[in-house]
């Protein structure tokens, strides 16, 4: 297991270091199914609302024409209410989604669209996405050679399952170095997250810029001149 992915393990949580171990994860596929029990049960709450106001319906009809009128109005209704709440339960946020979401939400850092500083640290959320681990890739930034330089290697972990493309740019004193695109983001477990390279030419202090879809990410990276 390489350094960066130690580090995003760590981010993402325990299932996915498990996964990373060659170990799969009953925990995730028993809250998914736990989810789709939840929605079945639901559905089937709802249907069986509505055969009960059905046979109120016939049974009042039987004692009168007008209790009948009344009453599978009633049954219409409880029919009705049993079919919309089955709608309901079918739709909403799948747990894929929700997982995601809360991964990225228990990153420290901002849900605002700022730039963030990252000396020192491990992973910083900026926005819609969060990336990392900030401390391990600059250490190793020394070591990390390209044809045009030196590369900062990270993971960039977004808040959605959409498989979005990524485009990061790297930036020095106002000018724009190096983009690197990513054309969709690596799952596994279901999480999603981005493997990125990136060329800092320098010692310095860079902004890095990333797009993910509709999320956007800004991190400030100071490389120390004895790296």
Do not use: H
């Not at 998914?32 to 055969?51: K, M, R, V």
């Not at 109120?56 to 599978?72: E, N, P, Q, Y």
């Amino acid at each position: 297991m390489t350094g960066r992915t130690r580090s995003l393990a760590a981010a993402l949580g325990v299932t996915l270091l498990l996964s990373f171990a060659g170990c799969g994860s009953d925990a995730e596929t028993s809250a998914e199914a736990g989810a789709d029990a939840t929605t079945s049960a639901g559905a089937s709450s709802s249907a069986a609302a509505g055969e009960e106001g059905t046979a109120g319906g016939s049974a009042s009809g039987d004692s009168s024409s007008a209790s009948s009128a009344s009453d599978g109005g009633s049954a219409s209704a409880g029919s009705s209410s049993g079919t919309a709440g089955s709608a309901s339960s079918g739709t909403g946020t799948s747990a894929a989604e929700k997982k995601q979401a809360k991964t990225l939400a228990n990153i420290a850092g901002s849900s605002a669209e700022r730039c963030m500083a990252t000396t020192g640290k491990d992973n910083v959320r900026s926005g819609g996405l969060a990336a990392g681990s900030f401390s391990d890739a600059v250490a190793a930034w020394k070591d990390t050679y390209t044809d045009n330089g030196r590369t900062l290697s990270l993971y960039v972990v977004p808040g959605t399952v959409a498989k979005n493309e990524l485009t990061m740019t790297a930036t020095q004193s106002g000018e724009p170095t190096d983009t690197v695109t990513v054309d969709k983001p690596a799952s596994i477990e279901g999480y999603r997250y981005y493997s990125v390279d990136i060329t800092l030419a320098s010692p310095g202090t860079w902004t890095l810029r990333a797009t993910a879809g509709e999320a956007t990410g800004c991190w400030i990276v100071k490389i120390p001149a004895s790296s």
